[in-house]
């Protein structure tokens, strides 16, 4: 029999190996190992979604090379998939979702004093090797983080250096993602980066796809592989992969009316004379534009298209699922087909010039042949140049634009209609972005201004005469004058022509004053009338603005 002080060592012993055999083969939640890392990339995420690519195991390899590759990968495998993967009959409150070659791993915590609970999704996606063609993008790097990639036990580095190239050469271009290459059974002693830099010929890979590596022995005395070594290799990928990008979803009409109100407002501050139909349309032009180029930024950051699509398959009741829909964009956002539908639309908006017949400029036209001028020049422009309403219902918005949009000049001579082509053009500007829909993800700007303060669907109509109203006040013939009578050079006649004289001009005084008591009453019977419409169009106000709110969920 042994010693009782031998058989407490072995005992020791086998208990310590015990534990050492467990902690090697317990399950790693990934995202509890990255979380506190990727919070500090991405403080403003409330979600962050992580994704990594790991290339493991592989298919059909019997098939295009020896039989002496079939146990490739075999152990390590088995305990890397165990680690980080599904197993069966195996359960784990902290992974969401598991499948053979997929699982997500979910962890929260609440990182600084005050502040709202983080939630860290960490999508580990397995790819298999195919010696004929590259991996399918269709799903499976998409929106992908790092790279995590297996090196053989047997060593086969030709095999080894087909399986990197070929998953390096699915990534999308200009994903900049680091490469994490794990390995068994290395000799500490040996450079382990230029062993794998020669033998996997690292330096041919694409700079833009790969923007570095580095290599983790898995491999620790006794025999067992390290968790601890798998969980600085993790960190690492953490650290060095891409930002998450923070994006705020907006209504692209929204989006332009934004830009559009800026130039507008500096319009208004002109005199009506001085602005004309050309700036107005620039400024619709040059808001569509920059609307463009922000949503354009937003996908140039995000060449992996993060983020992927596994985050779909998260049970919709889970407070997860309520995380990503909160705060992450949609799946597919920044795809080629979304952002092209996007901008066809921000394009479909532009105008055309406007044409340069000003003919109701022409002072010596009477202002009835200015205005039929002029509403000739809406309509056509409306129907022709822009195309977007027919006959009758171009000919009642242009009767609008003009009543309202226009206002009188008196040169002390003759008067003139001058457009008022801020407020026709806003008019116009809401019949041409009536149509875009649409949404899409801009990149976040913290002094961005809140919907309400630049939706001018309602324009803040003024209570200002109309146009036939200006006309028919401004325009009037001029009241005649009292003539004196004149002097005689007799006495009699001047009595009597003096006498008659004074009756003519008490009868034209009592007719001058009837004319004013006339057109006092016309006066007053005009401001009545104006009083009553400004009352209806402030009712009439109040009844748009209802409608707006009310359809501007459509818009």
Known sequence: PLHPSVELKLDNIVKERKQRWRKSWSRVNVSEVVLQLLHQKNLQSKCICWKLVLSIRTKQIE?????????????????????????????????????????????????????????????????????????????????????????????????????????????????????????VGMDEKINLSSLMSDNLELSSLDKTKIRGFSVVNLSEDGGLYSDEHLKEGLRWLADQSPVQPVLQQVKTRELVVEYLNVSMEQLETMKPSEVTPDQCINALNNALEKSASDIILAVQGNPTNWPGPEIGLIDEFT??????????????????????????????????????????????????????????????????????????????????????????????????????????????????????????Y??????????????????????????????????????????????????GEFRNRSLQGDERCLVHEMEQNDGMEIQQKRELAVESRESKLNSLLERCTVVQNMIDEKLSFYF
């Open 319 to 440: 407070v997860e699922a309520r995380a990503v829909g909160f705060e992450l964009p949609k799946v597919g956002w920044s795809s080629p087909a979304a952002v092209e539908h996007v901008l066809n639309s921000l394009s479909s908006c532009k105008l055309p010039e406007f044409p340069n017949s000003f003919s109701w400029v022409n002072k010596d036209s009477e202002i009835q042949n200015q205005k039929l001028a002029l509403e000739s020049n809406l309509k056509w422009y409306l129907t022709e140049a822009c195309g977007m309403m027919q006959g009758d219902l171009a000919a009642r918005e242009v009767c609008l634009m003009v009543q309202r949009g226009a206002t009188l000049d008196f040169d002390g001579t003759r008067c003139q209609i001058v457009p008022k082509w801020v407020v026709i053009f806003r008019r116009i500007f809401n019949w041409r972005l009536m149509n875009l829909s649409s949404v899409a």
């Open 63 to 183: 098939q295009h090379f020896s039989a002496s590759h079939e146990q490739y990968n075999q152990l390590v495998g088995s305990w890397l998939v165990s680690k980080l993967m599904c197993c069966e009959n195996d359960t784990e409150d902290e992974m969401i979702v598991s499948t053979s070659d997929l699982s997500i791993w979910k962890e929260w915590a609440r990182l600084q004093s005050n502040s709202q609970q983080v939630c860290c999704l960490s999508v580990l996606r397995e790819v298999f090797f195919d010696p004929e063609k590259p991996i399918s993008t269709a799903d499976t790097l998409l929106g992908v983080s790092g790279v995590l990639f297996l090196v053989s036990e047997s060593r086969q580095w030709d095999l080894d250096r087909l399986r990197l190239h070929n998953l390096i050469a699915s990534l999308p271009s200009g994903s900049n993602l680091p490469l994490l290459i794990l390995t």
């Open 442 to 491: 801009v990149l976040k700007r913290r002094h961005r201004a809140s919907p309400d303060k630049y939706s001018w669907s309602r324009q803040r109509l003024v209570a200002e005469p109309s146009l036939d109203e200006m006309i028919e006040i401004s325009c009037r013939v001029p009241t005649r004058q009292c003539q004196h009578p004149e002097r005689a050079t007799e006495d």
